[in-house]
């Protein structure tokens, strides 16, 4: 009698071989499902760009039609002749920022600095000498910005004034006491007394007149 043994190594095998043919559908899937998640990341990623993106335009165009109404009255010459210096300094500081990208702004700018040249000439000359070393308008005007708080015409030229030479007893008298009698005579000595006129007689009492 033949005993019939089955061979455990190609029943192992077997068994891998149906359990990969049956997992093999179910890692397509799981691919299938990571790629579209993937997919939808990406997606919702770019939609969250595109949204942000519009919304800084949005609000960069804002904020240049609000900077505009600041710096287009600088365009019309009867508005800058009569602008004093805090209107013209808001006007340059609305236009700045756009002067590179609009002309409308560029030509306003140029404007307040004419300006500003007239309302404040101290400061201004200090702010063109750094535009000709190549500093950037916003640099050079804000280098500058204290000194619009000074003189704008600021007076050279002139001497100090000559300070009088005190008397000795004018400094004895500055000096802490108490002082010695000595002292205070020989820094007198110097000081020349004035004599305070008496009432001018006009003639001789009645009562001394003889009869």
């Given at each position: 009698?033949?005993?019939?043994?089955?061979?455990?190594?190609?029943?192992?095998?077997?068994?891998?071989?149906?359990?990969?043919?049956?997992?093999?559908?179910?890692?397509?899937?799981?691919?299938q499902?990571?790629?579209q998640?993937?997919?939808?990341?990406?997606?919702a990623?770019?939609?969250?760009?595109?949204?942000?993106?519009?919304?800084?335009r949005?609000?960069q165009r804002?904020e240049?039609?609000?900077?505009?109404?600041?710096?287009?009255?600088?365009?019309?010459?009867?508005w800058?002749?009569?602008?004093?210096?805090?209107q013209?300094?808001?006007?340059?500081?609305?236009?700045?920022?756009?002067?590179?990208s609009?002309?409308?702004?560029e030509?306003?700018?140029?404007?307040?600095e004419e300006?500003?040249?007239?309302?404040?000439?101290?400061?201004?000359?200090r702010?063109?000498?750094?535009?000709?070393e190549?500093?950037?308008?916003?640099?050079?005007?804000?280098?500058?910005a204290p000194?619009?708080?000074?003189?704008?015409r600021?007076?050279?030229?002139?001497?100090?004034?000559?300070?009088?030479?005190?008397?000795?007893a004018v400094?004895l008298?500055?000096q802490?006491?108490?002082?010695?009698?000595?002292?205070?005579v020989?820094?007198?000595?110097?000081?020349?007394?004035?004599?305070?006129?008496?009432?001018?007689?006009?003639?001789?009492p009645?009562?001394?007149r003889?009869k």
């Amino acid at each position: 009698m033949n005993d019939h043994y089955a061979d455990p190594l190609r029943e192992a095998v077997a068994l891998g071989r149906q359990r990969a043919l049956q997992l093999a559908p179910v890692a397509v899937t799981t691919t299938q499902v990571l790629l579209q998640l993937k997919a939808q990341r990406v997606r919702a990623q770019a939609e969250r760009e595109r949204q942000a993106a519009d919304a800084l335009r949005a609000r960069q165009r804002a904020e240049h039609r609000a900077a505009r109404l600041q710096w287009l009255p600088a365009n019309d010459p009867a508005w800058l002749r009569k602008a004093d210096l805090l209107q013209v300094s808001r006007a340059w500081g609305a236009a700045a920022p756009y002067a590179a990208s609009d002309p409308a702004a560029e030509r306003a700018q140029l404007k307040c600095e004419e300006r500003l040249r007239e309302l404040h000439p101290y400061a201004m000359n200090r702010y063109d000498r750094l535009r000709a070393e190549g500093h950037a308008p916003e640099a050079a005007m804000r280098e500058v910005a204290p000194m619009f708080a000074r003189e704008p015409r600021p007076r050279t030229g002139y001497p100090a004034a000559v300070r009088r030479q005190l008397s000795p007893a004018v400094q004895l008298a500055h000096q802490d006491f108490p002082h010695t009698i000595d002292k205070v005579v020989k820094a007198c000595a110097g000081t020349t007394a004035v004599a305070v006129p008496g009432p001018k007689r006009t003639g001789t009492p009645a009562r001394n007149r003889q009869k």
